[in-house]
């Protein structure tokens, strides 16, 4: 079954850097557009940054236009997002998603921007 599997969250300051990492299995990310969301404590889930299949071309909202990156290595199967400058509004549980066939969510990785 598809499976996707994140890491890198964890505790930074504020003004520090993450890498996050989403290894998919049983789907191929290069074909696929690959998304990173996320969630904070009573907030609706809200895209951060998206990739799209084989022209790599990319999407970020406002608020982390400037800050964030996603890409993508194909011969990994892995999409990545660099966060950097973070702030602590930033804080939330980051989940990968792959738009197809009817959408996988990966199970999400926590991260906290506190001083």
């Known amino acids: 079954q598809v499976q996707l599997v994140e890491s890198g969250g964890g505790l930074v300051q504020p003004g520090g850097s993450l890498r996050l990492s989403c290894i998919a299995s049983?789907?191929?990310?290069?074909?696929?557009?690959m998304s990173w969301h996320r969630q904070a404590p009573g907030k609706e889930r809200e895209l951060v940054a998206v990739?799209?299949?084989?022209?790599?071309?990319?999407h970020y909202p406002d608020s982390v236009k400037g800050r964030f990156t996603i890409s993508r290595d194909d011969g990994k199967n892995t999409v990545y997002l660099q966060m950097n400058n973070l702030k602590p509004e930033d804080t939330a549980v980051y989940y990968c998603?792959?738009?197809?066939?009817?959408?996988?969510w990966g199970q999400g990785t926590q991260v906290t921007v506190s001083s």
């Open positions: 998603y792959a738009n197809v066939n009817g959408g996988y």
């Open positions: 049983r789907i191929t990310v290069r074909t696929i557009a």
């Open positions: 990739i799209y299949n084989v022209e790599r071309g990319t």
